[in-house]
């Protein structure tokens, strides 16, 4: 049964650690049952989906980061950004 923690518990049958709300975790029927009926958790439908990364965009090209930056100018006015060669 896959159940959302809608409070803080401990269950030590599902881990060692405290399942805060929110969490998604797996658990048998009858310990389920009785989150649910204490009110401490509800039941989803399975485990929850990760979500996908953004596609990185098509054909972008390349640039040389130093180069599109603005030179950085200290107190005195001199230019600090130098380029290392």
């Keep these: 049964m896959h ?37 401490l958790a509800i039941e989803v439908d399975g485990p929850p989906t990760a979500k996908a990364e953004p596609a990185p965009e098509p054909d972008a090209p390349e640039t040389n980061e130093a180069a599109e930056q603005p030179p950085i100018a200290n107190n005195a006015g001199a230019n600090t950004r130098t380029k290392v060669g």
Excluded: C
Aim: proline share 0%.
């Design 3 to 39: 159940l959302q923690a809608l409070d803080t518990i401990h269950v030590s049958s599902v881990s060692s650690e405290n399942i805060t709300t929110g969490q998604h975790f797996e658990i048998d029927d009858l310990a389920g049952k009785s989150l649910i009926e204490r009110g």
